[in-house]
Nanobody, 123 residues
Framework: VQLQACGGGLVQAGGSLRLSCAAS????????VGWFRQAPGKEREFVAA????????YYLDSVKGRFTLSRDSAKNTVYLQMNSLKPEDTAVYYC?????????????????WGQGTQVTVSS
């Protein structure tokens, strides 16, 4: 499985960005796709995840109501719509694919990772 993340950029506080994570290869083996982020000097943290077949979604408490996951099965792509962005959302965002069922919030439970995409929110 290969993952290609894109969509990052520079935006003012209150603005929006949409990140994309396109999967290729043995996509039939994917069970879930997650987004993680890592800010300078901080540990990587879970942001959100979605079941690859659709349905279940999970979000970090601080992004609930602002971030929304969706997927396009025809394009093998997961989207992370980020609205009402805050400076504290600034980080490199990574998408990851997990072949197993859990735990959704742990990076170590994901099997494949895409390259990061930088999100910078100015105040």
């Amino acid at each position: 499985v290969q993952l290609q993340a894109c969509g990052g950029g520079l935006v003012q506080a209150g603005g929006s960005l949409r990140l994309s994570c396109a999967a290729s290869g043995r996509t039939f083996s994917i069970y879930r796709v997650g987004w993680f982020r890592q800010a300078p000097g901080k540990e990587r943290e879970f942001v959100a995840a979605i079941r690859w077949s659709g349905g279940n979604t999970y979000y970090l408490d601080s992004v609930k109501g602002r971030f929304t996951l969706s997927r396009d099965s025809a394009k093998n792509t997961v989207y992370l719509q980020m609205n009402s962005l805050k400076p504290e959302d600034t980080a490199v965002y990574y998408c990851a694919a997990g072949l197993g069922g859990s735990p959704w919030h742990l990076g170590s439970s994901y099997d494949y990772w895409g390259q990061g995409t930088q999100v910078t929110v100015s105040s």
